[in-house]
Nanobody
């Protein structure tokens, strides 16, 4: 499975961005997908995840971010609104998959920078 993110950039506080994550390869193995972020000097944290039609969000983004899937395009989105400077981070797409051996593996994209100016 290969994951490619896009859509990051520089935005003013209060603005919006949409991140995309296009999956390719053995996408039929994917069980869950999610977005993580890592700010400078901080650990990578879960932002939002989706599996079997259900989604969950970090408390810090609830009500502002929405995760969605376009299964026809094998693409996941993160719609981000009311952005805050503390949302500044590199955002990573992840996919959890059960491969042919039964092992569960996690795939990662290369990351996309989101910078929110005050």
């Amino acid at each position: 499975v290969q994951l490619v993110e896009s859509g990051g950039g520089l935005v003013q506080a209060g603005g919006s961005l949409r991140l995309s994550c296009a999956a390719s390869g053995s996408t039929f193995e994917i069980n869950t997908m999610g977005w993580y972020r890592q700010a400078p000097g901080k650990q990578r944290e879960l932002v939002a995840a989706t599996a079997s039609g259900a989604s969950n969000y970090a408390n810090s983004v609830k009500g502002r971010f929405t995760i969605s899937m376009d299964t026809a395009k094998n693409t996941m989105y993160l719609h981000m609104h009311s952005l805050k400077p503390e949302d500044t981070a590199v955002y990573y797409c992840s996919a959890g998959a059960t491969i042919s051996t039964g092992e569960i593996v996690t795939y990662w994209g290369q990351g996309t920078q989101v910078t929110v100016s005050s």
